[in-house]
């Protein structure tokens, strides 16, 4: 059986470094979870997996989201303050102002597109750091937050809505759907369009890329209004889920995401990223917290936990890459 | 060589997965189905699987004022299952602060088959969803500490403090030492938190009758600390020596406060706040603050964890509990400061 295995591997061999360069966070997930399902029967059970990808959609969103900010050698630290002022103005509208759902879900993820927007353009248009850029209009965003919720937690009563978290198309809860369209658009718009190409050659060298008639302002507006937008959507599934809008959710929800991109493979150095990796990189920090609950490890050592085995994943990660090459 | 080794463990692994899964997966409806026939044997077994399983879902395991409790509940829910009322608990959740976590945490608790969960809301209507959401599963939940919007309608009871009359004792403090009344400020909370509201109430009801004493302002401080002591600062500056009393949410709040009229030669402004925490009953013991208004956290959870036990025994168990405040003068502090 191993000798049949080798030789396939064998054959394939060049195929099989380019998967393992690529995917090779892929052995670390699968090694985690035969680790968490061998501590912890439940684990494995499948409504504890659909809760894990249910739990996970919304930092998926936001993650999809930074690794495209990263691989243009930027950063989107927006993101959680974007959940609260989408969170906030569906309040308003739905449960205040009395307007119907669709209309103001449209309304809230155009407004977070349009932060998306502005950070974009702040940031290619004017040559600003990302960082510096997305730390003020954070700030800027959270306080409008706050504006429009004068600072109070406005419940949504309204079953329709709390539905969009809950409801269950063929058993599959609609967060996992979201979830799937998303990462399919994603990987087409990364590594299929135009696009992906000119956010690949940005990242990797901004001066090629102008030189070959890349509109750097056009691509780096378009990936933060991406961005922007995925924040809206896990804007709008984060209240759905909670019920209830609040100007102070969402705080340190980027750490999760950068996390999540780098284990995925994404490179602070720009130019290099896939959207299977950091799907990966997702499940991982979802599977860390799940994981850890249910074995039932010491809350005050989740945290240690969780650096350590993002260090030690990405760790791990290099060595085979460097190995395979 | 290597390479080849780590295919081959990729491989192992990938069939150990699917091999576990289906048989996971199999077992547990087995599980099911033959759980559902039988009647349980065992009392207070709410979902009839003959154990007994408790969930615990805190607010935080940082606030100084959290942290006593979760090792409250540690140590009981370690000794219950140790001398076999409980079978297994989840060991303390970490709730950090947000709903949405609380929400996943409480899938977990539904995933490990509780009969009881314990949570600790963070926010009264957003965390409702994850008292719900354990209701929904059939489980029993006792809120601890503060109300979510729907505990009166599903929980299985809810044990905390009174905060309105925490609220009262804070401005009896007040009241009581500062004889010729003045100018106060108010330091709130987060706020939409209940104990926050219920806490504002509880200082309205004393100080709206009460003509020799005049509010300046309600300042939101988010719970805070430094955010305390700059409205301190910012109260003296602005009304110097008719300022006469800080009033707080909670009692970091509150230390910061005086911490800061002290510095600045004011140790007359009085200061109070409501938790008991480590720092304040110091201030207290060292004279550096007058009193401090003690929310009994583990008092709280033992409450709600009495209940379980009565519930397992099989007896009847109240609806809601209060547990009182006492308040912490250099008298008493000794009995509270460890």
């Not at chain 2, 938790?275 to 007058?290: H, T």
Request: a negative charge.
């Amino acid at each position: 059986m191993a000798k049949e295995k080798e030789k396939i591997l064998g054959m394939d061999g060049d195929k099989f470094r380019m998967f393992m360069g690529k995917y090779g966070i892929g052995v670390i997930l699968v090694l985690m979870m035969v680790f968490i399902s061998f501590m912890e029967p439940s684990f494995r059970s499948a409504s504890n997996m659909i809760n894990v990808a249910t739990q996970v959609s919304i930092n998926a969103m936001i993650a999809y989201g930074m690794c495209l900010a990263i691989t243009t050698e930027g950063i989107d630290l927006s993101v959680g303050a974007q959940l609260a002022l989408v969170s906030c103005i569906l309040g308003q509208l739905i449960s205040n102002k009395g307007w119907s759902i669709p209309l103001a879900i449209l309304a809230a993820v155009l407004v977070s597109t349009l932060w998306g927007v502005i950070n974009g353009l702040l940031i290619s248009k004017f040559n600003m750091f990302p960082f510096v850029v997305t730390l003020s209009t954070q700030l800027i965003i959270r306080g409008l937050a706050q504006l429009i919720s004068g600072g109070q937690a406005i419940p949504i009563t309204d079953a329709a809505f709390k539905r969009i978290y809950s409801t269950k198309i063929a058993a599959v809860p609609f967060p996992i759907l979201v979830l799937i369209l998303v990462t399919v658009l994603m990987y087409l718009l990364l590594h299929w369009t135009k696009l992906g190409r000119y956010i690949f050659a940005v990242g990797d060298n901004m001066n090629a890329a102008i030189a070959s008639g890349v509109s750097v302002i056009k691509t780096k507006t378009a990936v933060y209004a991406i961005s922007g937008f995925l924040a809206g959507i896990a804007g709008v599934i984060f209240t759905a889920k909670t019920a209830s809008a609040q100007s102070n959710i969402g705080i340190g929800y980027e750490t999760d995401a950068v996390a999540a991109c780098v284990l995925g493979g994404t490179s602070f150095a720009g130019g290099v990223a896939t959207i299977p990796g950091v799907l990966m990189g997702i499940f991982i920090i979802g599977f860390i917290y799940n994981g850890m609950n249910l074995i039932g490890i010491d809350s005050y050592y989740q945290s240690m936990t969780k650096g350590a085995v993002i260090i030690g994943a990405v760790l791990l990660d290099m060595v085979m890459n460097k190995k395979t090459n | 060589m290597k390479r080849k080794m780590l295919s081959v463990l990729l491989c192992a692994a990938l069939v150990v997965v699917m091999a576990t899964g289906c048989g996971g997966s199999d077992k547990k409806e087995e599980g099911g189905k033959s759980s559902k026939g039988e009647t349980s044997e065992v009392v207070g077994d709410v979902n009839g699987d003959g154990k007994i399983m408790c969930g615990y879902i805190s607010k935080n395991i940082v606030d100084p004022f959290h942290a006593p409790i979760n090792d409250y509940a540690k140590k009981t829910f370690d000794a219950l299952k140790k001398d076999g009322t409980i079978d297994d608990w989840t060991g303390i959740l970490d709730g950090e602060t947000d709903a949405n976590k609380q929400i996943d945490r409480a899938d977990e608790c539904i995933a490990k088959n509780c009969d009881y969960v314990i949570i600790l809301p963070a926010e009264a209507s957003s965390s409702d969803a994850a008292v719900t959401k354990l209701t929904d599963a059939g489980i029993k939940v006792i809120v601890v500490n503060s109300k979510t919007d729907s505990t009166d309608d599903v929980a299985m009871a809810y044990v905390g403090p009174d905060d309105v009359k925490a609220g009262e004792m804070l401005a009896q403090w007040v009241i009581d030492n500062v004889s010729d009344g003045g100018k106060y400020a108010h330091c709130q909370g987060v706020i939409g938190n209940s104990a926050q509201i219920q806490r504002g109430e509880g200082i309205e009801n004393l100080m709206k009758d009460n003509d020799k004493f005049e509010s300046v302002g309600d300042f939101p401080c988010e719970w805070q600390a430094d955010k305390a002591a700059n409205v301190a600062t910012d109260m003296m500056n602005q009304y110097g020596d008719d300022l006469k009393a800080i009033i707080c949410d909670n009692d970091d709040m509150s230390s910061a406060a005086q911490k800061a009229c002290n510095d600045a030669g004011r140790s007359d402004i009085v200061c109070v706040g409501v938790d008991g925490n480590e720092n304040p009953l110091q201030m207290v013991k060292d004279g550096e603050m007058g009193a401090t208004v003690l929310q009994d956290g583990p008092a709280q959870v033992e409450g709600a964890i009495d209940l379980i036990k009565k519930a397992l025994k099989g007896e009847e168990t109240e609806k809601e509990v209060m547990i009182p405040f006492v308040l912490i003068t250099k008298d008493n502090v000794d009995e509270y400061l460890k």
